[in-house]
T-cell receptor
Framework: DAKTTQPNSMESNEEEPVHLPCNHSTISGTDYIHWYRQLPSQGPEYVIHGLTSNVNNRMASLAIAEDRKSSTLILHRATLRDAAVYYCILRDNFGNEKLTFGTGTRLTIIP | GAVVSQHPSRVICKSGTSVKIECRSLDFQATTMFWYRQFPKQSLMLMATSNEGSKATYEQGVEKDKFLINHASLTLSTLTVTSAHPEDSSFYIC???????????????FGPGTRLTVL
């Protein structure tokens, strides 16, 4: 599986935007970029995914670099409930359907 | 989004007993289900992948005779930890997807997890 690199931890103030980076320099043409988050003592929650174009949904936005070697998950206005571990995962939609979780970024929201 | 449930949410058992964990997709048909294990302060590790009606595929290092997986219907998969020992204590999480759907509906959705403590 193509690997991703994320910062171990980040902090953000409540009600401010948060930009969570992810590097995936070995991404292949058929890899989708998926983001999940895991709140304490819960299973992961799907956030968003994309292939080439930027994506928006009710939870977040995903900005994908033109060369696809990096992406950024954007939480537009962080709340205390957004404190979680955020995982950036590559998944090949045409072959291996497994999700391989890295260590993710632990996001702390400061009230 | 789609809902996946797990039961029980928490179980404590004595060493040597077997424990069964259920994973259900509540509002979609799960052609594929996955079982993960997560130790404290660590990431999720995939244990096995199961497709409805066929045998599970286990990841390297996971004992298939110890972790029995059954995926008999499109909405239910079970994981049985046989002869559990304290080192099997962990957070077990299932996920499910409907491989027949395209796009975002093809996404994996995760259950809330089951915390197993073996005394």
């Amino acid at each position: 599986d193509a690997k991703t690199t994320q910062p171990n931890s980040m902090e953000s103030n409540e009600e401010e935007p948060v930009h969570l980076p992810c590097n995936h320099s070995t991404i292949s043409g058929t890899d989708y970029i998926h983001w999940y988050r895991q709140l304490p003592s819960q299973g992961p929650e799907y956030v968003i995914h994309g292939l080439t174009s930027n994506v928006n949904n009710r939870m977040a936005s995903l900005a994908i670099a033109e060369d696809r070697k990096s992406s950024t998950l954007i939480l537009h206005r962080a709340t205390l409930r957004d404190a979680a571990v955020y995982y950036c995962i590559l998944r090949d939609n045409f072959g291996n359907e497994k999700l391989t979780f890295g260590t993710g970024t632990r996001l702390t929201i400061i009230p | 989004g789609a809902v996946v449930s797990q039961h029980p949410s928490r179980v404590i058992c004595k060493s040597g007993t077997s424990v069964k964990i259920e994973c259900r997709s509540l509002d979609f048909q799960a052609t594929t289900m996955f079982w993960y294990r997560q130790f404290p302060k660590q990431s999720l590790m995939l244990m096995a992948t199961s497709n409805e009606g066929s045998k599970a595929t286990y990841e390297q290092g996971v004992e298939k005779d110890k972790f029995l997986i059954n995926h008999a219907s499109l909405t239910l998969s079970t994981l049985t930890v046989t002869s559990a020992h304290p080192e099997d204590s962990s957070f077990y999480i299932c996920s499910a997807r409907d491989g027949r759907l395209a796009g975002v509906r093809n996404t994996q959705y995760f259950g809330p997890g089951t915390r197993l403590t073996v005394l």
